[in-house]
């Protein structure tokens, strides 16, 4: 790697002032385990990193409030994973944490720079999103809160401001709501997706409510399918509602063709793996279909 | 841009000047540790596998800098007491692997493994080393010398 400056800043407001608006050679750096790919690809090359080390403890607890899940935004993957909060309230994360990367990786990788990335085919975004979550943002000019999707913008994309850094991600109380994460690798089991399928609803009297269906790897970015919402919102989930779901969403969803398939064969997948995902969620975790 | 670096590595103050661009890797082949290698250089195989304040890290994306205050153990300090570790041993009797490159970063995994699931399913083996990649393919050998490792 071609040398830089690293610089360890004591406080936020000091992270905050050594980013630079208009420079991106200039960037944070929590794990760096994403970032550090980017500089070995050739794709990033820093002139400055700002580590955001010295001020973990204050940023990487994770805590309840009034139903309200925080993560700090310098919490580990590993740290969720073990969370004794996240494995009673949000059982799909905790499942998701399995298969995301691996052991090392979790252990060193942090919750905000798994969202800031932009990568599309990273885990966590997409079940974040499905589980109402909000990020909160600092900068130079103010704190300002997010819907998480709307923290992407496209590809690597997001409209986080190079002077910008996420602090904290928000869930809201789930009460009895259902959830479920899939994703679908087409080669070995540890590859990167080439498809995710996050959804989340209430459920009473045979009937979903307010579902938040996700789609994340296919598409350049995490994206909710409000046509499938639509048709899954107040019906059964039976076999034709779901196929209804599927169809809505593939129609919609905006599918890019690369190396891990075709648009139309991932579109295939995201009809098949929307009614899964579903199923998985009635089922409340027992895993009716591996993926 | 040197910058000074103290650290405990395995077992032993150490102090040494490095660039922030280096990786862990390279800082610990200037102590003449040679047992975390950078092979894939993505964090996807294990064959760099170091534990830093005893939590597993790749060492090829692992900042060096980062362990200034910390404690380095690397795949050396497995015998540091004069025998191979339960571990070790399991996976000489178990004939678990063919050339070796990858033994290192299995084995100190399998030490981090075992803390975690003191008695581990196939299941859970599979997961926690589905980050470790051995070209031998050698994975039926490991997985009964990590159940070996547990029941000693």
């Known amino acids: ?291 | 841009m040197m910058r000074t670096i103290n650290f405990t590595l395995n077992g032993q103050p150490v102090s040494t000047a490095i660039e922030p661009h280096r990786n862990l890797v390279e800082l610990l082949q200037r102590f003449d540790l040679f047992g975390a290698r950078e092979s894939c250089g993505q964090g996807l195989c294990g064959c760099c596998t170091v534990l830093v304040d005893d939590m597993a890290v790749s060492g090829c994306l692992y900042f060096a800098v980062w362990v200034d205050g910390k404690s380095v153990t690397t795949v050396e300090h497995l015998d540091a007491e004069g025998s191979l570790s339960v571990v070790q041993q399991a996976f000489i009797d178990c004939g678990a692997f063919q050339c070796g490159f990858c033994t290192p970063g299995f084995v100190l995994m399998t030490h981090q493994l075992l803390k975690a699931y003191p008695n581990p399913s196939d299941d859970d083996i599979r997961h926690y080393l589905s980050g470790n990649l051995c070209r031998c393919a050698a994975y039926p050998e490991i997985i009964e010398a990590v159940k070996l490792a547990a029941r000693r």
């Open chain 1, 1 to 291: 790697m071609i040398p830089f400056e690293m610089v360890e800043p004591k406080s936020l407001k000091e992270a905050l002032a050594l980013l630079d608006p208009q420079e991106s050679t200039v960037r944070a750096v929590a794990g760096g385990t994403a970032l550090m790919l980017m500089m070995k690809a050739g794709v990033f090359t820093p002139t400055r990193l700002v580590c955001l080390h010295g001020i973990e403890s204050e940023y990487a607890r994770i805590t309840v409030s009034a139903g309200e899940l925080r993560i700090g935004a310098m919490a580990t993957l590993s740290e969720l994973e073990r969370d004794a909060n996240v494995a009673a309230r949000l059982p799909v994360l905790k499942r998701a944490m399995r298969t995301l990367s691996n052991v090392r990786v979790r252990n060193v990788a942090r919750v905000g720079g798994a969202l800031a990335h932009g990568d599309p085919h990273l885990d966590l975004p997409p079940v974040l999103a499905a589980l109402g979550a909000r990020v909160s943002i600092s900068g130079a000019g103010g704190d300002r809160e997010l819907p998480l999707e709307q923290l992407y913008s496209g590809y690597y994309e997001t409209v986080l401001a190079k002077d910008e850094l996420i602090t904290a991600v928000k869930i809201p109380a789930q009460a009895a709501r259902k959830a479920a994460y899939m994703k679908v690798t087409a080669r070995s089991a540890d590859d990167w997706p080439a498809l995710g399928v996050a959804v989340s609803f209430a459920f009473a009297d045979g009937a979903i409510r307010d579902p938040i269906v996700v789609v994340s790897a296919a598409t350049e970015k995490v994206t909710r399918m409000a046509a499938a919402e639509k048709v899954l919102h107040g019906a059964a989930p039976d076999d034709a509602t779901l196929a209804r779901a599927g169809d809505a969403a593939a129609a919609a969803a905006a599918i890019l063709t690369d190396a891990h398939g075709s648009a139309a064969y991932k579109r295939e997948l995201l009809r098949v793996y929307l009614r899964r995902a579903v199923r998985e969620a009635l089922g409340d975790g027992a895993r009716p279909v591996r993926q």
